[in-house]
């Protein structure tokens, strides 16, 4: 642990429910220090940390912040974290501030985490929470020393956090780089891997070429002597690290999927390299754009030494991450996938697969848009996306963070949809609408609290 951290004995985490926050929060547990939270909402994930030992409380209250953190002689010994989606008025926060306690961002704990460490890091606007969950399965399958901080729950480790051994000389963490709020721009890695830039966080950035002009930032802080993977057709800038480009559509680069095929439900393909064909690798998660993620966690994976045999040991047995195209039902009446899309190239992605691993099926769509903002700069996506189902069933939008924006509504991507079978359900009729139905593929799409009717939509279906 970094020298900045090396004092601490006390984390309090302002949003420890998030996905990255958890991981932290397992992390510092982990490494013996009293961890304890706030959240404003209970969760599957803040009761499994719960479990573990850390405690959260739901209300935005000064008096219920634990005691050893309160008392102001501890000072010295208190690391406050904080995500971005904490809001200005927050109680908890502003008593922190005012008393002057140590309050660092989750990005700059992981900027600090990483420093000294061999850093392989993962970007996207899509596909870097599969990749980088792949990449540490592969790393860990073939006995490398890995940590990992993902931003998805591994269906492999149950967790967001793979603990190594940081003291070895052969560590290494695996992290997943956001671009929200900028955060990947506190991280140098040794290998950097990009899997797309396209449009996305917008209320962040102002346009497109700001997020771009972002993404080029991060590319150029790869560390001089370390690698660069990035998707082919990516504008990566000038980088001072070595350069490689891979694909699923294209054998002009230097890492290639190719041979792409379905069978007995498994997807296969061949690698190919400059020096090398790797024939008939086999994934255990389902999906096109699985492969081309696989494609780009494969060349890293080559690259810190993991040999052809424990390859395709470690891709057969990689069950995906929560939420990445996960089949929770799969019966002779009806399949459930469930999947995190929240972006029209993501939607696009997950029900592409699904059309190609059940050709002869129809496949009813549920779709959360997820923010205002994300909604007002993409509806046209989203409807041209959605409009690849047999049917859809749309929910009103997830705000996150967000207030109301007049006038942007779930509606408005409904009207552009240009299939007939569409319908605007309440989230309490969702259930009912589903039934009616007796969908013979169904599918949840969207990063709001969709995901808490998994679990209903499962016991309907079974």
Partial sequence: MTSELANIKYVYLLGVGGIGMSALARYFYAAGKVVSGYD?????????????????????????????????????????????????????????VQQNFNIVKRSKVLGLLTSGQT??????????????????????????????????????FKSNLLAGQPNSKDHRIVVEADEFDRSFLQLFPDIALITSMDPDHLDIYGNVDEMQHNYRLFAGQVKEDGILIYKKGLSVGDVKAKTYSYSIESIECDFAGMNIRVENGFYHFDFKSADYTINDLVMGLPGRHNVE???????????????????RVALKSFKGALRRFEIQVRN???????????????????ILSA?????????????????????????????????????VIMLDIYPARELPIPGITSQMILDKVT???????????????INRRKPAVIMTLGAGDIDQFVEPIKHLLN
């Fill in 419 to 433: 299939i007939s079978d569409k319908v605007l359900v309440s989230k309490e009729d969702l259930l009912n609408e």
């Fill in 119 to 156: 850093t392989l890091a993962v970007a996207g606007t899509h596909g870097k929470t599969t990749t980088s969950t792949m990449l540490a399965h592969i790393l860990h399958s073939a006995g490398k020393n890995t940590s990992a901080f993902l931003g998805g729950i591994s269906s492999n």
């Fill in 293 to 311: 993620n696989a494609v780009a966690a494969s060349a890293v994976a080559l690259f810190c030494g993991v040999s052809e045999e424990e390859l």
């Fill in 332 to 350: 002779e009446n009806c399949v459930y996938i469930d999947d995190y899309a929240h972006h029209p190239t993501e939607l696009n992605a997950a």
């Fill in 40 to 96: 404003k909402t209970v969760t599957p994930l803040t009761l499994q940390l719960e479990k573990e030992g850390i405690a959260i409380h739901y209300d935005d209250a000064v008096d219920l912040i634990p005691s050893e953190i309160r008392n102001t002689e501890n000072k010295s010994e208190v690391l406050v974290i904080l995500t971005p989606a904490i809001p200005k008025d927050h109680q908890e926060w502003n008593y922190l």
């Fill in 355 to 391: 059309k190609e691993l059940f050709p002869t099926k129809k496949i009813t769509g549920v779709f959360q848009p997820h923010l205002f903002t994300r909604t007002r700069d993409f509806a046209d996506g989203f409807a041209e996306s959605l409009s690849l189902l047999d049917s």
